[in-house]
């Protein structure tokens, strides 16, 4: 997606290992935001950014942290990863509150 | 709590008829809704988004109505291709938030 990358596109790690997702923009896009993507769940918010530094909780924030130390960077941590948090995460960026949203390609986590 | 309803949560067409997918949100404050269109290994990508002042609009074979007094929109597409194939989510926003409430999608076939 355009002006926007996720890193690693796949990643498989051990349960009570920390893990972090990269989120990159190249937009200058004020606001940042990490969603999980479940079956039947469609999409949930766990984190936003507003600006550096400038972060706050979604809906499913329990066991995940964020920092964004660039505008143009947007890390996600999950802090000892649980089965629970195997899932598709994306990244998604837009200029103001009340805009689209663009989505990055998606990160597919696996913890066993 | 504040919720977005969408349905069918499968729908199959043959190619060349339209398809309707709808939408019902809970929170009257909602005045911005995006719709996605997910391809298969893509994150969702912004296809046509309405404004709560406006009751219509349209892009090409795609178009978008909003009922404000029911509190719900839909999603239409006209002469369906093959390519018109993946999930389809609605969203809906409130004025100066973050916070986008996502539908839980909806999986659209569009049969040759």
């Known amino acids: 997606d355009a002006g926007i990358t996720q890193s690693p596109r796949h990643k498989v790690t051990e349960t009570g290992t920390p893990v972090t997702l990269r989120c990159h923009q190249t937009?200058?896009?004020?606001?940042m935001y990490w969603y999980r993507q479940d079956p039947g769940h469609g999409l949930r918010l766990i984190h936003y950014s507003y600006g550096v530094k400038d972060t706050d909780k979604g809906e499913v924030s329990d066991g995940y942290s964020v920092s964004r130390s660039k505008t143009e960077d947007f890390l996600l941590t999950l802090e000892s990863a649980t089965s629970s948090q195997t899932s598709v995460y994306f990244c998604?960026?837009?200029?103001?509150?009340?805009?689209?949203?663009?989505f990055g390609s998606g990160t597919r986590l696996t913890v066993v | 709590g504040e919720n977005v309803e969408q349905h069918p949560s499968t729908l199959s067409v043959q190619e060349g008829d339209s398809a309707v997918i709808k939408c019902t949100y809970s929170d009257s404050a909602s005045n911005y809704f995006p719709w996605y269109k997910q391809e298969l290994g893509k994150g969702p990508q912004l296809i046509i988004d309405?404004?709560?002042?406006?009751g219509e609009k349209k892009d090409q074979r795609i178009a978008v109505t909003l009922n404000k007094t029911a509190k719900h929109f839909s999603l239409h597409i006209t002469e369906t291709q093959p390519e018109d194939s993946a999930v389809y989510f609605c969203a809906a926003a409130g004025q100066g938030t973050y916070k986008y409430i996502f539908g839980t999608g909806t999986r659209l076939k569009v049969l040759a």
């Open positions: 309405i404004r709560s002042n406006v």
């Open positions: 998604a960026i837009s200029p103001g509150t009340g805009d689209g949203y663009t």
């Open positions: 937009e200058n896009h004020r606001y």
